[in-house]
C-alpha cells in the first residue's frame, strides 16, 4: 500500500522536474540564440561580401576601407594564386590614332593574362573580352561571331559633353549588345582613370626633408598649359576663365597653342618645379569624374598644387590625396581667387599644407586599391570582380565579388550611360556661350 502511493506521487514530481528542466533549458538555449544572433553576425559581415547579399550603401570614399579586410584579401589571394590559366583580352578596336605597344597585366595582381590585337583569336577557348574604344568603332568592323560567355567592353575616354559635340554615336555597339564600360568615371564597370592613390604612391614618403626641398625651387607663382583652344564648349570656357584672371592681375605664365608659345614635355618638365600652382582647367563643366592628367601628371607630380575647374568638388575629393588641391569654384570672384593664392605665395606655412598628403600612407587616398584597365579585366575574366565594389552601383545581389567564370555586367545602352547617367550640367555648358 505505502509503495503503491509513493509511485503514485513520485510520478508527477518527476514529471514536474522534467517540465520544469526543460523551461530552463529553453530559456538558457534562448538566452544563447540571442546572443549569438547579436555577435555572429557582426563576425559573418566579413563574409557577407562574398555573396549575393542585401544591398548597403557606403560613401564613395569610403570603398576602399574594404582592401583591408582579411576574409576579403585572403580570398583574393587564393582565387590569384590558382589564375594560371592565360586568358585572352583582343583589343579589337584601338584608337584612332593608331595601335601602340600594349603593356600586360601584372600577373601576381591581376592573373594570367595577354592583351592583343590579334582577332584571329576571336574563338579561342582561353579568350574571354573584347576591347573596343569609343573613336574607332565602325557598324562594318564588328566580330561576327559571338559568344554569350564573353564580355564586350566599350571604352570612352573623353567627357560626355565633348563626346556628344564631337559627333559620336552609338547605335552600333547598342545593337550588338556591348555589356560593359571602361572608362575616367568610378561608376563605369572598369575603371580607366588618368591619375589615381596608386599612381601617386611613390610620392607618398614618411619625412619630412620633401618639404625644403619643394620650397628652395619655388620662384614663380602659377602656371598654365592649354592646347585645346575652341575644339569644344569647354575649352572655350576654360581659356575665357584663364584669360580673365590674367586681367585682372594673377601673375601666370601660359603655355600651349592658346598663348601661341608651344612648350614641350621636356621643357615643362624642367620648369614645372619652380611654379608654385598649376592650373587644371578641364576641357568640360561638371561632367561626372572628368579629371585628366592635367591634375594628376602635370600637377600632383611635379611638386605643384593643382587649381582645379571641371568636375564637382565631390568628383575631386573622391579620387584625389585630401588637401591637395584648390578648389576654383568656391570663390566668388576670379580676383577672390587671385587674392587667396597671392596669400600662400607669401605662407609658406600655409602653402605647405597642401603637401601634406606626400607623407601619408598610400592606402589613405581614395580608390587606392581599385585596379584598373586591361588588370582589373584580367581579374574579371579569372571571377575576380573585387574591383566592383568601389563602384557606387554596386550592390551584393548583382555582382559576387568572385564568381565562378565570369560574372555578366550588362549595360543596356552605352549612351545610356554616357548621357542619362551623367551630371545634367555636364551638357548644361552648351547654354553658356551661343
Same mark, same amino acid.
Given at each position: ?76 589571394? =587564393?582565387?590569384? %594564386?590558382? /589564375? ?11 584608337? @584612332?590614332?593608331? &595601335?601602340? *605597344? ?114 628652395? =625651387?619655388?620662384? %614663380?607663382? /602659377? ?11 569647354? @575649352?572655350?570656357? &576654360?581659356? *575665357? ?194
Amino acid at each position: 500500500m505505502y509503495s503503491t502511493s509513493l509511485k503514485h506521487y513520485l510520478i508527477p514530481v518527476v514529471l514536474l522536474i522534467f517540465v520544469i528542466g526543460i523551461s530552463i533549458n529553453f530559456k538558457v538555449h534562448s538566452t544563447l540564440i540571442n546572443w549569438a544572433n547579436r555577435v555572429i553576425p557582426i563576425r559573418q559581415s566579413k563574409l557577407a561580401l562574398f555573396y549575393n547579399q542585401r544591398p548597403r550603401d557606403h560613401k564613395i570614399y569610403r570603398y576602399h576601407q574594404f582592401a583591408d579586410d582579411a576574409k576579403i584579401q585572403e580570398e583574393l589571394e =587564393k582565387r590569384l %594564386k590558382f /589564375a594560371t590559366e592565360k586568358k585572352i583580352i583582343i583589343f579589337w578596336s584601338p584608337p @584612332a590614332w593608331g &595601335r601602340s *605597344e600594349l603593356g600586360q597585366p601584372n600577373r601576381a595582381n591581376c592573373g594570367n593574362c595577354e592583351v592583343t590585337y590579334d582577332r584571329s583569336l576571336m574563338r579561342n577557348n582561353r579568350t574571354g573580352a573584347f576591347v573596343y574604344h569609343f573613336d574607332s568603332i565602325r557598324e562594318d568592323d564588328m566580330p561576327k561571331w559571338r559568344n554569350p560567355n564573353h564580355l564586350h567592353i566599350f571604352w570612352v575616354m573623353e567627357a560626355s559633353s565633348n563626346v556628344k559635340m564631337l559627333g559620336y554615336t552609338f547605335e552600333t555597339e547598342d545593337a550588338f549588345g556591348m555589356n560593359a564600360t571602361m572608362s575616367y568615371r568610378i561608376d563605369s564597370d572598369f575603371s580607366s582613370a588618368y591619375g589615381g592613390g596608386r599612381s601617386l604612391s611613390g610620392l607618398m614618403a614618411n619625412n619630412d626633408t620633401i618639404y625644403k626641398a619643394i620650397m628652395q =625651387k619655388k620662384s %614663380k607663382l /602659377a602656371i598654365a598649359v592649354i592646347s585645346d583652344c575652341s575644339v569644344t564648349v569647354g @575649352a572655350r570656357i &576654360r581659356l *575665357e576663365l584663364i584669360n580673365q584672371l590674367k586681367s585682372k592681375g594673377l601673375r601666370i605664365d601660359t603655355f600651349g597653342n592658346c598663348f601661341s608659345n608651344k612648350i614641350t614635355e621636356e621643357e615643362l618638365q624642367d620648369i614645372a618645379p619652380h611654379y608654385k600652382f598649376f592650373f587644371s582647367y578641364e576641357n568640360s563643366y561638371h561632367c561626372s569624374c572628368y579629371i585628366t592628367e592635367k591634375f594628376f601628371g602635370q600637377g600632383l607630380h611635379r611638386d605643384m598644387v593643382p587649381v582645379v575647374w571641371g568636375a564637382v568638388k565631390q568628383d575631386y575629393e573622391t579620387i584625389a590625396p585630401p588637401g591637395s588641391f584648390i578648389y576654383a569654384e568656391e570663390f566668388e570672384t576670379p580676383r577672390h581667387l587671385i587674392d587667396y593664392l597671392e596669400y600662400l605665395d607669401q605662407n609658406d606655412e600655409e602653402y605647405l599644407k597642401f603637401f601634406r598628403w606626400r607623407t601619408m600612407k598610400p592606402d589613405t587616398v581614395p580608390m587606392y586599391h581599385r585596379t584598373e584597365g586591361f588588370g582589373a579585366i584580367c581579374r574579371a575574366v579569372h571571377g575576380i570582380n573585387v574591383d566592383y565594389r568601389f563602384n557606387p552601383k554596386y550592390n551584393r545581389s548583382s555582382m559576387p565579388l568572385f564568381s565562378d567564370g565570369i560574372a555578366r555586367r550588362t549595360v543596356p545602352s552605352v549612351g545610356q550611360f554616357l548621357y542619362n547617367d551623367d551630371n545634367h550640367e555636364c551638357f548644361d555648358i552648351f547654354d553658356k556661350i551661343k
